[in-house]
C-alpha cells in the first residue's frame, strides 16, 4: 500500500510503507532475516537491499518528500555526506550544533580531510558570506542543546545560488514542523532513533533527497561502507512511526506549556523554546515552521553541580542522554567533554515525552528546588 502524497502527515504516518492489500494479505511488512538472495534479482546481496529497510524508507520518504536511505545511525548517515566530498572541500557547519557532528567535524579539519567553516547559524549575512568556496552547508535547525533557528529559505536560496549542496539535519523539527527539500534543500538528515521510531529502543538514521544523482553517491557510500541498518530495528522504527505524529502533538504542546511555566521560574534565569513570544528565534521560527517541536533547553540559577543535582533529582524526567521518546528525559549538555565551549555549564536539555503535564511539572519544580 502506498500513501497519496496529497494526504496529511498524519494519515501517510499510518498508511506509507504497507505491503499491497489483498485477500489474507498482511497489513504489516514482514522481518525479512536475510543475508543472501538467489541471483538474478534487483537486490544482490544482503548489505545492498532488505525488504524490512525498504518498508520504513518509503513511509519517510512520503513524510519527508523525496527517497529515502536508511543508515545504521543517525552519525552513520551523517558520516555518509562527508564522506562523498573531495578531499579539501570547504563544509560550512553550526558552531552550536550536535556535538557529534561539531566532533565529527573538527577530526576532519584535523586531518586535513576537510576544510570547515564553523559559524553562528542564526547569522545569515555570516553563513551567506561563508558560502564561497564552499561545497557544502550544513544545517543543523533548531540546533541541540540551544535551539537556535536558522533562515532556511534565505540560507538555502543563497547556497543554491552559488551552487553548494544543502544538507538538513531535520531530527529536532521533523517533516511535521518544517519540510527542507521542498524549500530546495539537497538532502535531508533524520535521527530515527528520536522521534520517528519514538521508544528509545533503536538506533537508525536516515537521508532524503529529491535528487537521483544524489541518491545513488548516498546509497553507494552505505554499500561499501557498511552502514546498514537491521531489519529488526528497521521493524520497530516503522512500528513507531505509526504513532509518531500523536506522539510529537503531545509533547510538543506540553513543551510550550512547561516553557511558559520555567519562564516564570524564579530558580530558572533563561528558556529557549521557539515556541515563546519573548523567544529570541519565534518571529524567524514562525514564518516557515508549523510547529516549534518537543525540546525546551532551560539555564538554571546555579554551577555545574548544582544542575547535575537538579537532574538527579527528579522521579518522572528521566536523567539520561537522548531524547525524542514517550518519556521525558534531560541532562545538564555540558557533563559531556565534546559538547560545544558555547553551551553555559547550567544549560539542561529536556526532551519532553507524552506524560501529563501538571506531573512533570510537580517534578520538575521539585527537581530545581532540591539542588538549593
Same mark, same amino acid.
Given at each position: 500500500?502506498?500513501?497519496?502524497?496529497?494526504?496529511?502527515?498524519?494519515?501517510?504516518?499510518?498508511?506509507?510503507?504497507?505491503?499491497?492489500?489483498?485477500?489474507?494479505?498482511?497489513?504489516?511488512?514482514?522481518?525479512? +532475516?536475510?543475508?543472501?538472495?538467489?541471483?538474478?534479482?534487483?537486490?544482490?546481496?544482503?548489505?545492498?537491499?532488505?525488504?524490512?529497510?525498504?518498508?520504513?524508507?518509503?513511509?519517510?520518504?512520503?513524510?519527508?518528500?523525496?527517497?529515502?536511505?536508511?543508515?545504521?545511525?543517525?552519525?552513520?548517515?551523517?558520516? &555518509?555526506?562527508?564522506?562523498? +566530498? @573531495?578531499?579539501?572541500?570547504?563544509?560550512?557547519? /553550526?558552531?552550536?550544533?550536535?556535538?557529534?557532528?561539531?566532533?565529527?567535524?573538527?577530526?576532519?579539519?584535523?586531518?586535513?580531510?576537510?576544510?570547515?567553516?564553523?559559524?553562528?547559524?542564526?547569522?545569515?549575512?555570516?553563513?551567506?558570506?561563508?558560502?564561497?568556496?564552499?561545497?557544502?552547508?550544513?544545517?543543523?535547525? !533548531?540546533?541541540?542543546?540551544?535551539?537556535?533557528?536558522?533562515?532556511? !529559505?534565505?540560507?538555502?536560496?543563497?547556497?543554491?545560488? $552559488?551552487?553548494?549542496?544543502?544538507?538538513?539535519?531535520?531530527?529536532?523539527?521533523?517533516?511535521?514542523?518544517?519540510?527542507? +527539500?521542498?524549500?530546495?534543500?539537497?538532502?535531508?538528515?533524520?535521527?530515527?532513533?528520536?522521534?520517528? &521510531?519514538?521508544?528509545?529502543?533503536?538506533?537508525?538514521?536516515?537521508?532524503?533527497?529529491?535528487? !537521483?544523482?544524489?541518491?545513488?553517491?548516498?546509497?553507494?557510500?552505505?554499500?561499501?561502507?557498511?552502514?546498514?541498518?537491521?531489519?529488526?530495528?528497521?521493524?520497530?522504527?516503522?512500528?513507531?512511526?505509526? %504513532?509518531? @505524529?500523536?506522539?510529537?502533538?503531545?509533547? /510538543?504542546? %506540553?513543551?510550550?506549556?512547561?516553557?511558559?511555566?520555567?519562564? &516564570?521560574?524564579?530558580?530558572?534565569?533563561?528558556?529557549?523554546?521557539?515556541?515563546?513570544?519573548?523567544?529570541?528565534?519565534?518571529?524567524?521560527?514562525?514564518?516557515?515552521?508549523?510547529?516549534?517541536? &518537543?525540546?525546551?533547553?532551560?539555564?538554571?540559577?546555579?554551577?555545574?553541580?548544582?544542575?547535575?543535582?537538579?537532574?538527579?533529582?527528579?522521579?518522572?524526567?528521566?536523567?539520561? %542522554?537522548?531524547?525524542?521518546?514517550?518519556?521525558?528525559?534531560?541532562?545538564?549538555?555540558?557533563?559531556?567533554?565534546?559538547?560545544?565551549?558555547?553551551?553555559?555549564?547550567? +544549560?539542561?536539555?529536556? $526532551?519532553?515525552?507524552?506524560?501529563?503535564?501538571?506531573?512533570?511539572?510537580?517534578?520538575?519544580?521539585?527537581?530545581?528546588?532540591?539542588?538549593?
Amino acid at each position: 500500500m502506498t500513501s497519496d502524497k496529497s494526504l496529511s502527515p498524519e494519515t501517510i504516518a499510518v498508511t506509507a510503507g504497507r505491503p499491497p492489500f489483498g485477500p489474507d494479505s498482511a497489513l504489516n511488512p514482514p522481518i525479512s +532475516l536475510n543475508s543472501t538472495f538467489v541471483a538474478g534479482g534487483a537486490v544482490g546481496y544482503g548489505r545492498y537491499g532488505n525488504e524490512t529497510w525498504l518498508a520504513l524508507e518509503e513511509a519517510i520518504s512520503a513524510l519527508e518528500g523525496g527517497k529515502t536511505l536508511t543508515y545504521s545511525s543517525g552519525m552513520a548517515a551523517v558520516t &555518509a555526506v562527508f564522506s562523498t +566530498l @573531495p578531499v579539501g572541500a570547504k563544509v560550512v557547519a /553550526s558552531n552550536q550544533g550536535y556535538s557529534g557532528v561539531m566532533t565529527l567535524l573538527g577530526n576532519y579539519s584535523a586531518a586535513n580531510r576537510l576544510q570547515v567553516a564553523f559559524v553562528s547559524i542564526t547569522d545569515t549575512d555570516q553563513v551567506i558570506k561563508e558560502l564561497s568556496g564552499a561545497t557544502l552547508l550544513w544545517i543543523e535547525s !533548531p540546533t541541540n542543546p540551544g535551539l537556535e533557528v536558522a533562515d532556511l !529559505p534565505a540560507l538555502i536560496k543563497a547556497a543554491k545560488a $552559488s551552487g553548494v549542496t544543502v544538507a538538513v539535519d531535520n531530527t529536532f523539527a521533523t517533516a511535521l514542523n518544517q519540510k527542507p +527539500l521542498a524549500l530546495g534543500a539537497d538532502i535531508v538528515m533524520n535521527s530515527v532513533t528520536k522521534y520517528l &521510531a519514538g521508544h528509545s529502543d533503536v538506533v537508525l538514521g536516515s537521508l532524503s533527497t529529491s535528487d !537521483p544523482v544524489h541518491f545513488k553517491t548516498l546509497e553507494d557510500a552505505r554499500k561499501f561502507n557498511g552502514s546498514i541498518p537491521g531489519p529488526f530495528e528497521a521493524f520497530l522504527a516503522l512500528r513507531g512511526i505509526r %504513532t509518531f @505524529p500523536l506522539r510529537f502533538q503531545k509533547s /510538543s504542546e %506540553t513543551a510550550l506549556e512547561l516553557a511558559k511555566r520555567l519562564s &516564570a521560574h524564579p530558580l530558572v534565569t533563561r528558556v529557549r523554546y521557539p515556541g515563546l513570544p519573548t523567544d529570541s528565534e519565534h518571529e524567524k521560527a514562525k514564518a516557515f515552521m508549523k510547529g516549534f517541536g &518537543a525540546i525546551v533547553s532551560f539555564e538554571y540559577a546555579g554551577d555545574g553541580a548544582q544542575t547535575d543535582k537538579v537532574c538527579e533529582s527528579s522521579k518522572i524526567v528521566t536523567y539520561a %542522554t537522548s531524547l525524542g521518546g514517550v518519556e521525558s528525559l534531560w541532562e545538564r549538555r555540558r557533563r559531556w567533554p565534546i559538547e560545544s565551549q558555547s553551551v553555559p555549564e547550567s +544549560l539542561i536539555r529536556l $526532551s519532553v515525552g507524552c506524560e501529563n503535564v501538571d506531573d512533570l511539572w510537580a517534578d520538575i519544580d521539585a527537581a530545581l528546588h532540591a539542588a538549593k
